[in-house]
């Protein structure tokens, strides 16, 4: 499969449609990247571009790897009218995604309280498998969260107005159906709200080591050294438990609607139909949810940054999902056409200009917020006017995978992780010492040359790179 990719620009790949495709995939990546690429994650975006109504080319980021039917880093567009919408293609934690905030404090006022302020953030944050957050969602409290998002949080007192432009769609999805989402996923939220969950999810204290670009970094806030906290996490159990619900109803209906499903993982459902519409609207209560979740956060982590050093004054940058699907307007042969875009595992990267960026950013595109690891760099990108025909303005995620997590731990033992991070200054707090094996930064490619990619293939422009000074792990 991966002989049948050719060059077709500066890091770009394209697998000309053939067999069942309906239409192109374009690969983003180096050689190295592309020569790296497993059989099931090919497969994987063959499916994708041969599902009923995929629009323009099946895009697949340079951090890509396979998943749950779409493979994560996946990027697929479908018509309005003929397309279809896949629970399997935006994922099990629906919008989990990142944000950074900057705190008006250099790296060197955190010398002298850095475990003070990890232990004060670790204490304080509710992380690990099935640990409860700090807000009960009693009575419509549930239903109001999950109509409102971030904004339900902020009406709360916990956060500031000004937030909620920092957030995309201002902190809510209006097409939110709470009536579409079943009681057990409700059940599994009612005290989730606030917790960051397990696994990858973090809160990461950084500074930032090296700006590439200082317009863009004026624009979005941050100069070396500065202190920043990025917040990684999703919609939980609810996020979760909405896959788990439609996907075996979407299996089911596929038939009857004269789909012809490639495997059943990748389960979807015409967007014009009542389940792809009631799916459409648990989606987006689903999103709403990943929002008001990263919003309780943050207002935990200004708590606790004012108690241990309260000059710190902790602004929004930017708060960007990376498990959707978003109905978006693009340019298709000359004509605008709305589109459903699936981003798995996948940034929206909105170019300069774009009338959905706040008005501080129209000049030089949306901030890109992507992970590495804990113990290497991650980094903010700005979008790029490029990406709008390239990747549907989409952009990687993160670094990726190089193991499994079961392979990661045997491969790696937790306590020697923490410690050898330790010996570099970054300070590591988790309730899981198996976690910690799992996350090990070797886990992961190299986010460098991810980033490298990203920027040839001109997706993405790096503006800043941060190194983690304290993470505490889910
Ligand atoms: P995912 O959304 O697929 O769960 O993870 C996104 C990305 O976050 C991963 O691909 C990885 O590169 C990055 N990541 C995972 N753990 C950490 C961490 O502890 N700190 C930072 N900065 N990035 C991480
Ligand atoms: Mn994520
Ligand atoms: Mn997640």
Known sequence: NINLLNKSGPC??????????????????????????????VRQ????????????????????????????????????????????????????????LTTGLKRQDLFSCDVKLADALFKKIPAGTGVGGAIHLDGNLMDEMLSGGAAWVVGRKMGRPEDLGRIEGNGRNEFAAPSKVSAKAKQRMINQLGSLGSGNHYLEVQYVEKIFDNEKAAGFGVEVDDVVVSIHCGSRGLGHQIAKDYLPLMVDAAPGFGINLPSKDIACAPINSQLGKDYWGAMGAGINCALANRQVLTHLVRECFAEILPQADLKLIYDVSHNTCQKEKFNINGRTKTLYIHRKGATRALGPGHKELPDEFKKIGQPVIIGGSMGTSSYILAGTDESADLSFSSCCHGAGRTMSRIKARKCFKGKKVQKELGRQGIIIRSGSINGIAEEAPSAYKDINGIIKSTEQAEISKAVARLRPLLCIKG
């Open 12 to 41: 770009r790949w394209t697998l000309k449609k053939n067999g069942s495709m309906n239409v192109d995939a374009v690969f983003f990546g180096d050689v190295n990247i592309i020569l790296q690429l497993d059989e099931t994650t």
């Open 45 to 100: 975006v063959r499916d994708v571009a041969s599902l009923p109504g995929v629009a323009g080319p099946v895009c697949v980021m340079p951090d890509a790897h396979s998943g749950y039917g779409f493979p994560i880093g996946g990027v697929a567009a479908f018509d309005v009218d003929h397309g279809v919408i896949s629970a399997g293609g935006v994922g099990f934690d629906i919008s989990c995604g990142v944000r950074t």
